[in-house]
């Protein structure tokens, strides 16, 4: 196990990629808000963040990591169940 994050917690990375609230469209980075931008009021896609175990390439004898970071940006229907999916706790200000 590796030392508790910032917050107190253990082994948060890397076992599902999760869940945000935010409703996916391509293009909206280009025109957003650069504080806390949200997506657009409205999709058929809502974003997930992150990655999860699945996320890996087995290559000969070594696994390497396909996707990197808690920061990486993907997207699914909202009715979209897998087992390496969760979602991610927030807190509003």
């Known amino acids: 196990s590796f030392p508790a994050n ?3 917690l253990y082994d948060v990375i890397g076992n599902v990629a999760e869940w945000v609230n935010d409703w996916y469209d391509r293009g909206y980075y280009a ?6 931008p949200t997506g657009p009021q409205k ?3 809502r974003v997930i963040r992150g990655s999860s ?3 890996l390439i087995e290559t000969g004898d ?3 990591p396909r996707v990197y970071g808690v920061y990486f940006r993907n997207f699914l229907t909202p009715t979209h169940r ?3 999916v969760g979602f991610r706790c927030a807190k509003t200000p």
């Open 6 to 8: 910032g917050f107190g």
């Open 31 to 36: 025109v957003s808000p650069e504080a806390n």
């Open 43 to 45: 999709g058929m896609y």
């Open 53 to 55: 175990w699945a996320d």
């Open 62 to 64: 070594e696994v390497e």
């Open 82 to 84: 897998t087992d390496v």
